[in-house]
């Protein structure tokens, strides 16, 4: 049956108990059909399998409750993995060789399988990075307040050891169902050499960058050290000299000019104790837009759910 994107968890929590059963149906046999992917038993009931085992002890939830929580989470998953090939986002065999903790092999799992999950999970990661994280900003006064409301006892003490933090300033151009990688990249090539021909980077920033958070600072992130920002701006900010405008950057979100406004040093155990701070704060903003977030993908979405 077709259903409009809206009324698919309805829809799943009446019809998925059916599904789940051992029976004598095939696990190959398709389950739902998403745009252009398909679900299959098989791949349901491994992850109810996996979704039960991770339950709580005395969680109050029903089987019922359970299947279609399940089958509603592969449905969002394949949405934001074909999302992620249409604009643009790549994951490399270097990147899958690096990160294959990030999913654990079920016994029933080929190679290929395995490193195919891994590639999937990352793919969603970068579009979430793009999409949904990109739109969240945390403020160095948020972090600071954030930790003083901690228990002294998580509170770091000094590492006696130091490290770099780079105060970035950015102009960013998205690569989105809108804007292609090549129109992205011309345009951002376009500010560069405006800048680079005198016109000042803050008043550029603040009428042409599209991350709107850093926009209206004049494209100013504020202190980072490493882990905060992805690969690929990292990479290339820390390999700057002060002042300096780096070339276009590719990276999950677009593509960056970037340049460096000072270095300083500071204590290693309290950038480490910021950047986990700002990586919660982050999560817990993130958790607040996801559902909106989500139902965008749902509403441009074909999904045919199969008894």
Known sequence: MNVKPLAVAALL???TSVWAA???????????????????????????????AALPKGSSITDQQLQSKTLSNLVDRSLMVQMAGRTGIQVSDTEIKQNMGLVNRGAEMSERQWQAAVRDELLVEKLKQRDLYSKVRVSDAEI??????????????????????YLPQHILITVDSK????????????????????ENFETVARSQSQDPGSAKNGGVLGWA??????????????????GALSEPVRSSYGYHIIRVLDTRQQDAGDAELRAKVRKQLVESKSEQLYENWINQLRQSAFVSVRQ
């Open 179 to 198: 804007t292609k990688d090549a129109e992205a990249l011309a345009k951002i090539r376009e500010l560069r050499s405006r800048i680079s021909n005198g």
């Open 225 to 242: 050290v490493d882990g905060m920002m992805v690969p690929e701006f990292e990479n290339a900010m820390k390999s700057l000299p002060k």
């Open 144 to 165: 600071t307040q954030a930790i003083d409301s901690l228990p002294e006892k998580d509170k770091k003490q000094s590492s006696g050891h130091t490290v770099t933090a």
């Open 13 to 15: 929590a009446m019809t």
């Open 22 to 52: 051992p029976a004598v149906q095939s696990v190959d046999r398709v389950l739902a059909v998403v745009d252009k992917q398909v679900i299959t038993l098989g791949e349901f009931q491994d992850a109810l399998q996996r979704n039960r």
